[in-house]
């Protein structure tokens, strides 16, 4: 059974400071990597994509990836009140197209 | 630039009852996946179904739920005989056909929010 695991929290952290949020996975030959966001009653939506090792930043987000730990990560720095919601790691299944998603984590910030 | 498209967005069956659950995917889309999410819960993968073709049911519960995507019209779940443990938010996303190695991001839908009584 492959697995995405994720903290589920809550994650609360201070207006303005980094939020942290991590993720494993079971699957080895992964190659695609996701992360939404999800507030509540809202369906999810995408914040980023990551395919290679390393870090992408796009805004206040960076994904990080190693394969070799199978360990995904997403930093949001200048963290605000708008960005309380749900976390949804999800990786995309090599044996077959279907993408997995892990429970989420739940992040507050505190303003 | 219509996004996927969900209806309806609230549904109420008793048990006993059929429940359709339709789902349009972006334009320009081939490929729908239905996701199931109990409450406090993640999204648990169904089915992925390309026009006229299931390509993977492993998610499908082997008895009474049913998924098409026909050549006209809209990718259908059918859940018949609904129990109160399907009350559930039934979500829809499609991706274009994939153009990388590894999958492609998943657009969603709003949802249907199905309830059982």
Known sequence: QKEVEQNSGPLSVPEGAIASLNCTYSDRGSQSFFWYRQYSGKSPELIMSIYSNGDKEDGRFTAQLNKASQYVSLLIRDSQPSDSATYLCAVGDTGGFKTIFGAGTRLFVKA | ?117
């Open chain 2, 1 to 117: 630039n219509a996004g996927v498209m969900q209806n309806p967005r609230h549904l109420v069956r008793r048990r006993g009852q059929e429940a359709r659950l339709r789902c349009s995917p972006m334009k320009g889309h081939s490929h729908v996946y239905w996701y199931r999410q109990l409450p406090e819960e993640g999204l648990k993968f169904m089915v992925y179904l390309q026009k006229e073709n299931i390509i993977d049911e492993s998610g499908m519960p082997k008895e009474r739920f049913s998924a098409e995507f026909p050549k006209e019209g809209p990718s259908i779940l059918r859940i018949q005989q609904v129990v109160r443990g399907d009350s559930a938010a039934y979500f829809c996303a499609s991706s274009p056909p994939y153009d990388r190695v590894g999958n492609s991001p998943l657009h969603f839908g709003n949802g249907t929010r199905l309830t059982v009584t």
